[in-house]
């Protein structure tokens, strides 16, 4: 595959993932729900609350993503949200979770 074509499929991706979780985010704005429980469109949804400064979506995402299955990946993934975000009250319930994780499960490391 050419380099210009998996650029070009990329970039239509992200327009897609981008899409979805505005039509989500709007979604929540008039009902108060999400329809999803996928990590990745949390994410996704999660940062477009951020950009137009819907706090209740932030937190109920935050809270969605906290109630599912952490993984070392999720839990770094959290922790490597933008600062606006990870500094954000409503995240930080996550962010906590992800540290309380991470500490959990390397806390041998040092002996």
């Known amino acids: 595959m050419n380099t210009y074509l998996v650029r070009h499929l990329f970039f239509l991706n992200s327009l897609v ?3 979805t979780a505005l039509m989500e985010l ?3 704005m008039y009902s108060g729900k999400l329809t999803t429980t ?5 994410l996704d949804i999660l940062m477009a609350a951020d950009k137009f400064e819907v706090v209740s979506c ?5 809270q969605l993503l906290t109630s599912l299955p952490m993984t070392t990946e999720s839990a770094l993934l959290y922790l490597d949200l933008p600062c606006s975000i990870s500094m954000a009250a409503a995240v930080q319930p ?3 979770a992800a ?7 390397y806390k041998d490391l040092t002996k």
């Open 58 to 62: 932030m937190r109920y995402c935050s």
């Open 26 to 28: 709007l979604s929540f």
């Open 38 to 42: 996928e990590p990745t469109l949390l």
């Open 17 to 19: 993932t981008e899409e």
């Open 99 to 105: 540290k309380d994780f991470l500490a959990v499960k």
């Open 94 to 96: 996550l962010t906590d």
